[in-house]
Structures are given as structure tokens and as C-alpha cells.
């Protein structure tokens, strides 16, 4: 069976500071991968999602950005934090031959 | 463009009530797909079922239940007998065949409280 994984489960930053998020599927080989950011109000946001190593396509252009350097592997990173990035971030995989997204257990990111 | 709304944002209800869901969408596309998630406390987004648009067949699981009505662009969802487990915030989303990304479109989400 297939399992995402997502880590830190929470992490607080001062502002200005780096970011790197993990996320790993195991089960499956090249899923799509995707990063939403949920912020209060609950609405969720695509951020990125990659169809294979090295291809990241970028729905929102903002502080962040995001690599996938092994197949099951897509990291989302932010050179300098802002207060805005705040929020609660989830990593989704889908089956290449497949049509729904499954998700992770998410990060909450606290900017301060 | 590809829309849903889930014009309920929150639902209080008591346990063992039914409660239901409301999500309408909109496409132009004709080959599209419908999915429910959960959204409990911890966070993590739990597939609940996905209807394909080719069939509009209701369907029911335990206490859940969908109810896809193409002629009203809806896809609602109905929880019998309701229990404090199912306090959750759900989530409605389509997506599109065309172009074979299958991103989906969410709404904003129905946040759902019983109470013992």
C-alpha cells in the first residue's frame, strides 16, 4: 500500500529565516506530486506540483519554490520567511493512470 | 474555469441528526469527476469517494451517503445518524479530464460540529 509522509509535523520561524519542507511517498513509483498551503478560513491553495524529477510547475508566484530531486521526494523551501507564509501545508500524491489526490498529515508553519 | 461552492460554512448539528451537505459545481467540461474529503482536528485531507460525471449513480457507504444530480450541478453528502467523530471540516472538489493534469478545484470547505 501506498503512504506520504510530511515533516516537521509543526515549525515555528522567526521572520527572514530559511524553510525547507519534506514530503515522501513510499508504494508508488512517479506519482504527480503537489504542495497547497491552507490559511485561516480553510480554502486551500495550490502552490506547486510536479509530474516528474526536475519538472516543477508553479501555480502562484510568491516566496516559495519547490524541487523534487528523487522521484518520491518534493521539498518546498523559502530562502526568507515572511509573516504571510504562515499556514498549514500539505503535500498530495496522485497516480500517474489516476484521477484523485491523496494527502499527507500536513505542516503547521507558525511564522513569527 | 472550473468552480465549486460550498455556500454551508459551518453546520451545527446534535448527535444522531442527519445532516446534509451541499456542493455545487461548475464545468463546461463533460468528462469530469466529484470528490468529497474529510478534513478532521489533526489536519490531514481523508478521500471519502469520488464520482465520475458519466455516472450519476447515488451512492451509499454506512451512514454516508452522495446524492450526484447533473441536472442541478450538485454532488450533496449525508451523514445519517450523525456522531461526534464525524465533526470535521469537508471539503467538495471537481476536476476536469481535459488536459490530463486532473488538478482539482476545492471548495471552501463545510465545517461541521456535533455535539454530544
Known amino acids: 500500500s501506498q503512504t506520504i509522509h510530511q515533516w516537521p509535523a509543526t515549525l515555528v520561524q522567526p521572520v527572514g529565516s530559511p524553510l525547507s519542507l519534506e514530503c515522501t511517498v513510499e508504494g508508488t513509483s512517479n506519482p504527480n506530486l503537489y504542495w497547497y498551503r491552507q490559511a485561516a478560513g480553510r480554502g486551500l491553495q495550490l502552490l506547486f506540483y510536479?509530474?516528474?524529477?526536475?519538472?516543477i510547475s508553479s501555480e502562484v508566484p510568491q516566496n516559495l519554490s519547490a524541487s523534487r530531486p528523487q522521484d518520491r521526494q518534493f521539498i518546498l523551501s523559502s530562502k526568507k520567511l515572511l509573516l504571510s507564509d504562515s499556514g498549514f501545508y500539505l503535500c498530495?500524491?496522485?497516480?500517474?493512470?489516476?484521477?484523485?489526490?491523496?494527502f499527507g498529515p500536513g505542516t503547521r508553519l507558525t511564522v513569527l | 474555469a472550473q468552480k465549486v461552492t460550498q455556500a454551508q460554512t459551518e453546520i451545527s448539528v446534535v448527535e444522531k441528526e442527519d445532516v446534509t451537505l451541499d456542493c455545487v459545481y461548475e464545468?463546461?467540461?463533460?468528462?469530469?469527476?466529484l470528490f468529497w474529503y474529510k478534513q478532521p482536528p489533526s489536519g490531514e485531507l481523508v478521500f471519502l469517494i469520488r464520482?465520475?460525471?458519466?455516472?450519476?449513480q447515488n451512492e451509499i457507504s454506512g451512514r454516508y451517503s452522495w446524492n450526484f444530480q447533473k441536472s442541478t450541478s450538485s454532488f450533496n453528502f449525508t451523514i445519517t445518524a450523525s456522531q461526534v467523530v464525524d465533526s470535521a471540516v469537508y471539503f467538495c472538489a471537481l476536476s476536469e479530464a481535459s488536459g490530463g493534469s486532473y488538478i482539482p478545484t476545492f471548495g471552501r470547505g463545510t465545517s461541521l460540529i456535533v455535539h454530544p
Open positions: 498530495a500524491w496522485r497516480r500517474t493512470s489516476g484521477i484523485q489526490q491523496f
Open positions: 464545468t463546461r467540461d463533460t468528462t469530469y469527476y
Open positions: 464520482r465520475n460525471s458519466f455516472d450519476e
Open positions: 510536479s509530474v516528474g524529477i526536475g519538472q
